[in-house]
């Protein structure tokens, strides 16, 4: 089993849909959370970090649920702009003060005029 | 002021040579990556430095060796180059000791081995 695994997309959805994506991660000792973008050709860049609480950054909404070991990303009144591939990440601690990301493999998001 | 600064951008070369690929951030960071983004677009990580010191070391072929030679500098060198070394190679750098820390990337280099 994949450490990050995510919906496998690809999603297309009318400018002003909402969108939901989806993933899950396999370590339970992962300790922080992320939701990546990564546009064509460009390197990923961080949207957003994720908390137990949940959080939201304008049109942005990330979850997390420890238990299921489940994380969230929901888009409000997408935009064209929006259009590109989400990363779900994970941390974990890989000895002293250091700590590793895992990727998951991304989800492409279209937003159609 | 480029945070994160790779080079060369593009990097096509014949199989059996031997490559490198620069990185430099001036954020002042101590840590510094590299990973790899395949044709299937997964993102894994080769390599990570802190403060000059090998941190991480995936199972990486050891053609590929990198070097630190100030905590701002992490460049990678390939022996050998296979096709499936054919890849983009990003660069990322963060400050070490917190998991909630964000990684800059570099642009990446687009290597094209044929």
């Known amino acids: 089993r994949k450490e990050v695994e995510q919906d496998p997309g690809p999603f297309n959805v009318p400018e002003g849909a909402t969108v939901a994506f989806n993933c899950t991660y396999s370590?339970?000792?992962?300790?922080?959370f992320f939701w990546y973008r990564q546009d064509c050709r460009k390197e990923p860049k961080l949207l957003m970090s994720v908390y137990s609480s949940g959080n939201e950054d304008g049109r942005f909404t990330a979850q997390l649920n420890r238990a299921s070991q489940y994380i969230s990303l929901l888009i409000r009144d997408s935009k064209l702009s929006d259009s590109a591939t989400y990363l779900c990440v994970v941390s974990r601690n890989s000895g002293g003060s250091n700590y590793k990301l895992t990727f998951g493999k991304g989800t492409l998001l279209t937003v159609n005029p | 002021d480029t945070a994160v600064s790779q080079t060369p951008k593009y990097l096509v070369t014949q199989m059996g040579n031997d490559k490198s690929i620069k990185c430099e951030q001036n954020?002042?960071?101590?840590?510094m990556y590299w990973y790899k983004q395949d044709s299937k677009k997964f993102l894994k990580i080769m390599f990570s430095?802190?403060?000059?010191?090998?941190?991480i070391n995936e199972t990486v072929p050891n053609r590929f060796s990198p070097k630190s030679p100030d905590k701002a500098h992490l460049n990678l060198h390939i022996n050998s180059l296979e096709l499936g070394d054919s890849a983009v190679y990003f660069c990322a750098s963060s400050r070490p000791g917190q998991s909630s820390y964000e990684q800059y990337f570099g642009p990446g280099t687009r290597l094209t081995v044929t």
């Open positions: 430095y802190n403060n000059k010191e090998l941190i």
């Open positions: 954020l002042g960071h101590d840590t």
């Open positions: 370590n339970s000792a992962s300790q922080s």
